[in-house]
């Protein structure tokens, strides 16, 4: 019986989700598992991937566009609302392939999946016993500490908003300097580090604001955690499937003759 675990990845604009969504599924296959990408997002180009499933063929960002005279954002918004529209076709389709894995490559702007209501509904309807977000951090935007704040509390918002298991992940950490990973992984472990980081960046938002935004933190330490991973050689890929196995699975690995 296949196991149909879906793992959604989702984060801002340019953090590297249909790479990711690319390299998870070379992983799997490498491994001999089974998986599906399914993309999302209905103005994607470029994709370095070929989607199993692909919402371009029910809905066309071009066609939204012109039939409602709307421009790139407006039609976006549009096809995110569509996308519920066409969600049992999408189960059906998905649930055709019979896979164990169903990686599912959500739209570019963060906002049209997570703050709409067509997020959730899509997670509800497709498999809400055994669906994953994989929230995705840009380095470009995590390296500050002011960055890396904001970046974990619009994780939290994701994760407070979706309601379903989620994991934090540093996504192309084989492009940037290995200090640099270190220095944002070290924010993740040692609060005092992280104060004093705020305070040589800005002194009047850590008097403002910095601290109360810790404690909320502090309080979702689960959110703390981040994963770094990266294309070359599969960085982290096997730490992301291995979070995946301990939720779904108690830790059994199916790849324990490996």
Request: charged letters at 25%.
């Amino acid at each position: 019986m296949k196991e149909e675990i879906y793992t959604y990845f989702i984060g801002t604009a340019g953090s590297g989700k249909s790479t990711l969504s690319d390299t998870f599924q070379k992983w799997l296959k490498i491994h001999e598992l089974d998986s599906i990408i399914v993309n999302l997002d209905p103005g994607a180009d470029n994709l370095p991937y070929e989607p199993n499933i692909d919402i371009r063929d029910w809905i066309s960002l071009e066609e939204i566009m012109e039939s409602y005279e709307l421009g790139p954002n407006g039609a976006q918004i549009a096809c995110a609302d569509l996308i519920a529209l066409n969600t049992s076709e999408i189960k059906e389709s998905i649930q055709s392939f019979k896979t164990d894995y169903v990686i599912i490559d959500t739209p570019g702007q963060l906002e049209l999946f997570v703050f709409r209501e067509s997020g959730k509904y899509i997670i509800d309807f497709l498999n809400p016993e055994k669906s994953i977000i994989g929230y995705i951090l840009d380095p470009a935007l995590t390296k500050t500490p002011t960055g890396f704040i904001s970046q974990l509390l619009l994780s939290m918002s994701a994760n407070f908003r979706l309601g379903y298991p989620q994991i934090n992940i540093l996504s192309k950490s084989d492009l940037i300097p290995e200090e640099e990973i270190k220095k944002i992984l070290s924010w993740t472990e040692n609060n005092e580090l992280l104060t004093d980081a705020i305070n040589l960046e800005k002194p009047s938002i850590y008097n403002e604001m910095s601290e109360g935004l810790l404690n909320i933190m502090n309080s979702f330490e689960n959110q703390a955690i981040i994963y770094p991973t990266g294309k070359t050689g599969y960085k982290g890929i096997d730490d992301i499937y291995t979070t995946i196995q301990l939720r779904f699975k108690g830790g059994e690995d199916i790849l324990s003759d490996w």
